[in-house]
Nanobody
Framework: QVQLVESGGGLVQAGGSLRLSCAAS????????MGWYRQAPGKERELVAT???????KYVDSVKGRFTISRDNAKNTLSLQMNSLKPEDTAVYYC?????????????????WGKGTLVTVSS
């Protein structure tokens, strides 16, 4: 199994920056794609950014040019650098990891989640 713990959330003024971190533990060798999701009150959860082991990244249009996702496979950490923050970025941000099938003693491609970290952007 894989455990994920997010950190780095907080209160920041519009235009400011925050860096979120996600520490993975357990069967980290079984992790393929990792990503950040967010969910604002009354809104559906949305994918913010993803990164595969090889380094390919994807971003939702609303954060392109402002957010950067990165991954340190050796340290088993995932980061999200958020610059030029806007009030609409306010949400609980969740770390996600997809497990490789037939790894970690299971034939299933497991989906792992952290418990989230709150980001609040004030105007």
């Amino acid at each position: 199994q894989v455990q994920l713990v997010e950190s780095g959330g907080g209160l920041v003024q519009a235009g400011g920056s925050l860096r979120l971190s996600c520490a993975a533990s357990g069967d980290t060798i079984c992790i393929s794609t990792m990503g950040w999701y967010r969910q604002a009150p009354g809104k559906e959860r949305e994918l913010v950014a993803t990164i595969i082991s090889g380094g390919n990244t994807k971003y939702v249009d609303s954060v392109k040019g402002r957010f950067t996702i990165s991954r340190d496979n050796a340290k088993n950490t995932l980061s999200l650098q958020m610059n030029s923050l806007k009030p609409e970025d306010t949400a609980v941000y969740y770390c996600n990891a997809d497990g490789t099938p037939y790894c970690s003693g299971t034939p299933f491609g497991m989906d792992y989640w952290g418990k989230g970290t709150l980001v609040t952007v004030s105007s």
